[in-house]
């Protein structure tokens, strides 16, 4: 999509722009799963420029329509998307309450990926706390979930993650 091309290439106004006239065809064909893709990346958009109640509220339509349409898969992103928002927001009961949806959607789905993906997320939301003993457990479940998804890629985002937290708490051998 056009508008999120933009959006990675820091063209925020004009992302936000195309977003907007892609909702409005959406809603005008009524195309249920567009519009729940739709709305969640006009929500990511307005995340990046700071705008977070309407992020909040884009996502909020999203989940609902997903709900509706029964699109586990999107529901479990959106949990995810709209608690990241929650999270720099500093709502991070919230924000955990979302990752702990996702989380149960991943379980019943048996999808690894998506259960160590919010794992990771409330590892960073304890450290963003700074509790760290409950986050450092955290980051190590994360790891087994990717290594059960044989993700490569989830296992090094957790790993730079968890030696950033490492790093924080001075456990400089640990984090080598």
Same mark, same amino acid.
């Given at each position: 999509?056009?508008?999120?091309?933009?959006?990675?290439?820091?063209?925020?106004?004009?992302?936000?722009?195309?977003?907007?006239?892609?909702?409005?065809?959406?809603?005008?064909?009524?195309?249920?799963?567009?519009?729940?893709?739709?709305?969640?990346?006009? %929500?990511?958009?307005?995340?990046?420029?700071?705008? &977070? +109640? /309407? @992020?909040?509220?884009?996502?909020?339509? !999203? *989940? =609902?329509?997903?709900?509706?349409?029964?699109?586990?898969?999107?529901?479990?992103?959106?949990?995810?998307?709209?608690?990241?928002?929650?999270?720099?927001?500093?709502?991070?009961?919230?924000?955990?309450?979302?990752?702990?949806?996702?989380?149960?959607?991943?379980?019943?789905?048996?999808?690894?990926?998506?259960?160590?993906?919010?794992?990771?997320?409330? %590892?960073?939301?304890?450290?963003?706390?700074?509790? &760290? +003993? /409950? @986050?450092?457990?955290?980051?190590?479940? !994360? *790891? =087994?979930?990717?290594?059960?998804?044989?993700?490569?890629?989830?296992?090094?985002?957790?790993?730079?993650?968890?030696?950033?937290?490492?790093?924080?708490?001075?456990?400089?051998?640990?984090?080598?």
């Amino acid at each position: 999509m056009l508008g999120i091309i933009k959006r990675e290439l820091g063209k925020y106004d004009e992302s936000l722009a195309t977003l907007e006239e892609g909702i409005k065809i959406g809603e005008k064909l009524s195309d249920q799963k567009f519009l729940i893709r739709i709305y969640s990346s006009y %929500a990511n958009s307005l995340d990046m420029v700071s705008q &977070y +109640e /309407k @992020s909040i509220e884009q996502h909020l339509k !999203a *989940i =609902q329509l997903a709900e509706n349409y029964k699109d586990t898969i999107r529901l479990m992103q959106e949990y995810n998307n709209i608690a990241i928002v929650f999270q720099h927001i500093k709502e991070y009961q919230k924000a955990e309450t979302y990752y702990n949806k996702s989380f149960e959607i991943g379980l019943k789905k048996r999808d690894y990926r998506i259960m160590g993906n919010s794992i990771l997320n409330k %590892a960073i939301l304890y450290k963003l706390r700074e509790n &760290y +003993e /409950k @986050s450092d457990s955290l980051y190590i479940q !994360a *790891i =087994q979930y990717f290594n059960k998804a044989n993700d490569l890629y989830g296992k090094g985002l957790v790993y730079n993650n968890y030696g950033n937290s490492l790093m924080a708490q001075k456990k400089y051998k640990k984090a080598e």
